[in-house]
C-alpha cells in the first residue's frame, strides 16, 4: 500500500499539527472561546473549546516545529531518510490549521445537537487535520500520497492516543 519511508516522511511533516491537537487536554482551560453564547439554543462550540486550550495548542505545535527544524539533519539521518524541512510559515499554518479545524469541528457538532464531549464519529478525528492541510496548503503543496496516509493514519493515532489519555486520566472519555 505505501511504504515505512512514505509513512514517516508524512508523520514527520504533520507532527506539530498533532501536537497542537493534543496539548490543549493537559491545560485545563477555564475560559470558553464562545463566551458561553447560544445559537439557537445550542452552544456556538461549547466548554470544550477554550481559550487557554487554543492558544496553548498553537504554541506547543509550533515549539515542536522549532525543535524539528533545529535538529532537522540529526533527525534525517536518524531516521535515514529525506525528510521534509519545516519552515516558520509551515509550522505556524499546521498549529494554527489544527487548532482552527478542530474548533470548526466542535461548531458543526453543536449545530447537530451533539453534545460537548459526546463522539461524532470521524470528525472528532479529522477535523484538525483537515484544518491543518488547508491552511499549510497555502504555503506548502503536500502530495496526494501523503494525504492519503494522513487521513487513513490519523483516526487510528487518535483513538489511541485518547485511549491512553483516558487511562491516565487527562481525558474524561476515550474519544
Ligand atoms: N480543549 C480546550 N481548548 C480547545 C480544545 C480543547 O481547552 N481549544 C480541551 C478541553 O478540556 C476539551 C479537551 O481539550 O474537553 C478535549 O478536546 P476535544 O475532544 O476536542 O473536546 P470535547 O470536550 O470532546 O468537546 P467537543 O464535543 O466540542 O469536541
Ligand atoms: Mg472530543
Redo the contacts with the bound molecule.
Sequence with gaps: MFTYAELVRALWFILPAYIA?AS??L???RHP?DFKKKLKKARI??????????I??IVFGCLCGLIQMYFFSDFQSFFGLTLIPPTYSVIFLLSSGA?VG??A??FL??RFR?????P?PLL?QLDFLVGALVFVSIVYKLSSVNILILVIITPILHWLT?LFAYYSRI???P?
Design positions: 491537537n490543549p487536554p491545560l485545563r482551560g472561546i462550540l461549547g466548554d470544550g473549546k477554550t481559550i487557554e486550550g487554543a496553548g495548542g487548532v478542530d474548533i469541528g466542535s457538532k453543536r451533539i453534545d460537548r464531549g459526546r461524532a472528532d485518547n481525558k474524561d472519555v474519544w
